[in-house]
């Protein structure tokens, strides 16, 4: 089975704070990709981050990071030191070289308070 | 701004109306796809198109239909709408066929049906 689980539907937090938003994955492919898009209340879904398979490097860009582990099947995504921008809801997806479609996981809702 | 555009931002309609979803892609994407997003269901992956060509199918009911024009532009169509229709469609668009390219999506079309 193909399938993206965001256990945690909602999150809040204090600006400032560190958050780590969870993603775990199930394929039987070797080779797939993973997805993390930012929906802010604006309503626009927005691209923040590709990995393959092959490439278990983590990735820091600015205050974000993710941490790819192919052991725990994971992709978890981290924002140091939170701001009231960041309050978002945050989709981690899936997909194969079989398979056009992109698997999404439910989201989870992350809600900075300052 | 993505470079995707979308119209009507809103629609409001009644029951067994039809309704057409306008979806222009970024500058140089030949894929298109369509989503919709529904407070019960998530975000569901309808259908891609790739070149004028249909390339994979989600879950997308018998009484909506899409089509991509030889100028790229795509347009969704809905009809014998009723009440569970109502839902965000977004719009994505990339720049090949395969679904490890990142996908850049619309503002969305917000349809009330009622």
């Known amino acids: 089975a193909q399938k993206v689980t965001q256990a945690q539907t909602e999150i809040s937090v204090v600006e400032k704070e560190d958050v780590t938003l969870d993603c775990v994955y199930e394929?039987?492919?070797?080779?797939?990709?993973l997805f993390w898009y930012k929906q802010p209340p604006s309503g626009e879904l927005v691209f923040l981050i590709r990995?393959?398979?092959?490439d278990e490097q983590n990735e820091i860009s600015g205050r974000y990071s993710w941490n790819f582990q192919k052991s725990t099947s994971s992709f978890n995504f981290t924002i140091t030191a939170s701001q009231v921008v960041d309050s978002a809801v945050y989709f981690c997806?899936?997909?194969?070289?079989?398979?056009?479609?992109?698997?999404w996981g439910a989201g989870t809702k992350l809600i900075i308070k300052p | 701004d993505s470079g995707v555009t979308q119209t009507p931002k809103h629609l409001i309609t009644a029951t067994g109306q039809r309704v057409t979803l306008r979806c222009s892609p970024r500058?140089?994407?030949?894929?298109v796809y369509w989503y919709q997003q529904s407070l019960d269901q998530g975000l569901q992956f309808l259908i891609q198109?790739?070149?004028?060509?249909?390339?994979a199918k989600g879950n997308i009911l018998e009484r909506f239909s899409a089509q991509q024009f030889p100028d790229l532009h795509s347009e969704l169509n809905l009809s014998s709408l009723e009440l569970g229709d109502s839902a965000l469609y977004f719009c994505?668009?990339?720049?090949?066929?395969?679904?490890?390219?990142?996908?850049?999506f619309g503002p969305g079309t917000r349809l009330t049906v009622t």
């Open positions: 994505a668009s990339s720049v090949g066929q395969g679904n490890w390219y990142e996908q850049y």
């Open positions: 198109y790739y070149n004028g060509e249909e390339r």
């Open positions: 394929t039987r492919d070797t080779t797939y990709y």
């Open positions: 990995r393959n398979s092959f």
């Open positions: 500058s140089g994407d030949l894929s």
């Open positions: 997806a899936l997909s194969h070289d079989s398979n056009y479609q992109l698997i």
